[in-house]
């Protein structure tokens, strides 16, 4: 479309000479154009924020100078510019997620605007105006940044909160490692040895010994302890819901994923992630979490996103590991992975010695806790406790002064009402199910004079067929 000079110069006329002193003045950038798309018009601070001069763009197509391309530096043609539609159309337009491009080749977000202007009804030309928002969007950035960070803190604190809660609720009192017998003072030096290392600790000992207190106490002295430490039971999930407990789900990850839920190793980012029982894990999990200690990643279940934390592993187990491997039960390298620095925590009765001190500090915690002041424990009591060989070991202690406390009426402590207590067997040994099923499919053997087959082989009294009993043996590693 051509265009006279006398059309250029009344639309430039429209800017001069008493409206000129006012354009002049604006913050925002103010650009005159004629039904060409050139320039008729540039005020200063278009000047100042684009660094063309106006008498480098006055009668030149302004597009072409600095709105040629997108952010993202791809070619912008000039028919899909609003500021040229407006030409065509007289439709005003406001556009708040573009850039202008400077003189220099550098791009700043604007906000602009294009309306129409007319001569005696007449279209003449389009007037822009704009401003440079960089600060506005810097702000934007980052209260999106900020209000990020506040969800996701919001989100953990809510997932910490939930976890310490379930911790609180499962508590069953201090499982004291109190005393100065022997075994109690080389367990002390190693925990000393190894708690403000990073080193993993794998933590052995019977059932009740005080494995989650020797877990505890390394996380204390070590340099996470103002981190968390978050405990996971292994025995107390399925194979199925492990997973989702140490590293979380999406919502809709699966049935009854009604939000998201972060997982224990993300909970324990920083600081100390306790994994008790860990012999009862399924070979998948096992395999699962050799994964995570390698590479200290995970993905939650029902999310591709890769989650990166910085953990320090403490597990604990009252199986014999090394055993577990033998038997195919447990892997060899998650193995190897966790024996980095075992501790074995002694069982109670050796270290009988250390029963009064145990029984003194237990019973201050417990008295406090139910309300009662204890006065006296009997020293004939503590006789009997001593000759006790407490096959449930500092729990089984707990749990009987807590039940003696209950039922003293004044305070004092004297153990006479339980007559078994002295009387339990000298010794207990308990089997795992691998122990107790060699055990038995060996007294079959032993009756039946180690026939496998036929009617009477041990094969058909297990009912069993004898492949199958031959399988066990050679797992069990049976022989006669």
């Not at 989100?155 to 499962?170: D, F, K, P, V």
């Not at 009426?409 to 006479?416: E, T, V």
Request: charged content about 20%.
């Amino acid at each position: 479309m051509a265009h006279s000079d006398t059309d250029l110069i009344v639309t430039a006329n429209h800017f001069l000479p008493e409206n000129t002193l006012l354009l002049n003045a604006m913050t925002e950038g103010v650009y005159g154009f004629d039904l060409d798309g050139n320039a008729v018009f540039i005020n200063p601070a278009a000047e100042q924020m684009t660094g063309w001069k106006s008498d480098e763009l006055i009668g030149k197509n302004i597009h072409d100078c600095h709105h040629h391309s997108h952010a993202d530096g791809s070619h912008y043609p000039q028919h899909d510019c609003p500021i040229y539609r407006t030409l065509h159309d007289a439709i005003p337009r406001q556009v708040s997620d573009d850039v202008f491009w400077r003189k220099n080749g550098s791009s700043f977000p604007v906000y602009y605007s294009s309306t129409p202007v007319y001569h005696q009804q007449k279209l003449v030309g389009v007037i822009a105006i704009f401003r440079d928002v960089s600060m506005q969007k810097h702000t934007e950035q980052s209260l999106r940044q900020a209000l990020s960070q506040v969800q996701a803190l919001s989100e953990r604190l809510a997932s910490e909160n939930q976890y310490l809660l379930t911790e609180l609720q499962g508590q069953q009192g201090a499982l004291g490692l109190s005393g100065n017998s022997q075994p109690i003072k080389q367990l002390i030096q190693q925990i000393n040895l190894v708690a403000n290392t990073d080193s993993t600790v794998l933590i052995c000992g019977e059932n009740g010994t005080g494995k989650e207190l020797v877990a505890r106490s390394l996380h204390r002295l070590s340099h996470r302890k103002d981190q968390p430490m978050v405990s996971v039971n292994c025995a107390a999930f399925s194979s199925a819901l492990l997973e989702s407990e140490l590293f979380g789900h999406e919502k809709g990850a699966f049935t009854g994923a009604t939000a998201r839920r972060k997982g224990r190793f993300e909970l324990a980012h920083n600081g100390t992630l306790f994994l008790d029982e860990i012999a009862e894990l399924s070979l998948s999990a096992q395999s699962k979490l050799l994964r995570v200690i390698q590479e200290q990643s995970f993905e939650r279940v029902g999310s591709s996103e890769t989650i990166s934390v910085n953990i320090r592993l403490i597990a604990a187990t009252h199986h014999d590991l090394a055993a577990r491997v033998e038997q195919g039960l447990f892997r060899m390298d998650l193995y190897y992975r966790l024996n980095v620095f075992p501790i074995t925590v002694p069982p109670l009765r050796e270290r009988r010695e250390d029963i009064p001190q145990l029984v003194s500090d237990l019973a201050a915690s417990l008295g406090k806790k139910l309300g009662k002041k204890i006065t006296e424990v009997s020293t004939k009591g503590l006789k009997n406790l001593q000759q006790y060989t407490w096959p449930g070991n500092v729990r089984e202690l707990q749990n009987l002064i807590e039940r003696e406390i209950i039922l003293s009426p004044n305070g004092q402590l004297s153990f006479n009402t339980l007559p078994a207590l002295v009387s339990a067997p000298s010794t207990t040994t308990i089997l795992t199910m691998a122990e107790a099923e060699a055990a038995h499919i060996v007294t079959v053997l032993n009756a039946t004079h180690w026939r496998i087959s036929g009617p009477q082989g041990a094969a058909a009294m297990l009912n069993m067929p004898a492949s199958t009993l031959r399988s066990r043996m050679k797992k069990l590693a049976i022989t006669r």
